[in-house]
C-alpha cells in the first residue's frame, strides 16, 4: 500500500520568511515517482515539480527548491523569500509503478500555507 | 491553463438525482483520470481510462460510472446521488497511463448536493 503524509496542516508566515513544506512516503516498490502541486485559492490544481526514485539530486527552481532524501522517505519543499501569491494548498503526491497502479496518485492531505504581508 | 477542461464549473442537484460530469484531455494526451476531492476524505484517485479503455480503478463507488468516448473526452457519471457526493471533482490527463507522466488537471466541477 502507498502512502503519503503531510505532518503540517497548516502554516503561516510573514512575507519574505522561508518556508518548508514536509513531505514522508511510504510505498514497497522500486521505482516509483513524486510530485508536488499547487492549489491556489481559485481551486485548481497546478503543476510543480516530478521526481524520479533513482534521482535524488535536490533541484531548485527560482525560489522554489526540493529535497529528496530516500533514506528518509522524505521529498520537503521549501519557498525562499515567500511572497503573499504563495498562499495556497500545497500536496505532495506519489505515483508507484507497481502492480496496475497506472500512474494513479496518491496524495497526502495537504498543507494549508498562507503568507501575510 | 492546463489545457484540459471540464464542464460544468458547478452543479446543484438534489438527493437521488443523476449527473454527468464532461473532461476534455490536453490535446495529445491520451489518458484522463478522475479524483475526487472532499473535505474528510481529502483528494482521491477514481478511476483511470487510456485511450478508450478502463486503465485502473480506485474508490469508485458503485453508484459512478465513466467512460472516454472515441475523440478522447470522458464522462463521469453520478448516481443515486447522496449528501457525502458533495465534492469537488477534478478530471487530469496525461500523455501516457504510466507512472511517470506528470497530470495535468482541469478546473474541477464543484458537485453540492442538497
Known amino acids: 500500500a502507498q502512502k503519503v503524509t503531510q505532518a503540517q496542516t497548516e502554516i503561516s508566515v510573514v512575507e519574505k520568511e522561508d518556508v518548508t513544506l514536509d513531505c514522508v512516503y511510504e510505498?514497497?516498490?522500486?521505482?516509483?515517482?513524486l510530485f508536488w502541486y499547487k492549489q491556489p485559492p481559485s481551486g485548481e490544481l497546478v503543476f510543480l515539480i516530478r521526481?524520479?526514485?533513482?534521482?535524488?539530486q535536490n533541484e531548485i527552481s527560482g525560489r522554489y527548491s526540493w529535497n529528496f532524501q530516500k533514506s528518509t522517505s522524505s521529498f520537503n519543499f521549501t519557498i525562499t523569500a515567500s511572497q503573499v501569491v504563495d498562499s495556497a494548498v500545497y500536496f505532495c503526491?506519489?505515483?508507484?509503478?507497481?502492480?496496475?497502479?497506472?500512474?494513479?496518485?496518491?496524495f497526502g492531505q495537504g498543507t494549508i500555507l498562507t503568507v501575510h504581508p | 491553463d492546463s489545457g484540459v477542461t471540464q464542464t460544468p464549473k458547478h452543479l446543484i442537484t438534489a438527493t437521488g438525482q443523476r449527473v454527468t460530469l464532461r473532461c476534455s484531455p490536453r490535446?495529445?494526451?491520451?489518458?484522463v483520470y478522475w479524483y475526487q476531492q472532499s473535505l474528510d476524505q481529502g483528494l482521491q484517485f477514481l478511476i483511470q481510462y487510456y485511450n478508450g479503455e478502463e486503465r485502473a480503478k480506485g474508490n469508485i463507488l458503485e453508484r459512478f460510472s465513466a467512460q472516454q468516448f472515441p475523440d478522447l473526452h470522458s464522462e463521469l457519471n453520478l448516481s443515486s446521488l447522496e449528501l457525502g457526493d458533495s465534492a469537488l471533482y477534478f478530471c487530469a490527463s496525461a500523455r501516457q497511463g504510466s507512472t511517470y507522466n506528470e497530470q495535468f488537471f482541469g478546473p474541477g466541477t464543484r458537485l453540492t448536493v442538497l
Open positions: 521526481r524520479n526514485s533513482f534521482d535524488e
Open positions: 490535446s495529445g494526451d491520451l489518458s
Open positions: 503526491a506519489l505515483s508507484s509503478a507497481g502492480g496496475t497502479s497506472y500512474g494513479k496518485l496518491t
Open positions: 510505498t514497497r516498490d522500486t521505482t516509483y515517482y
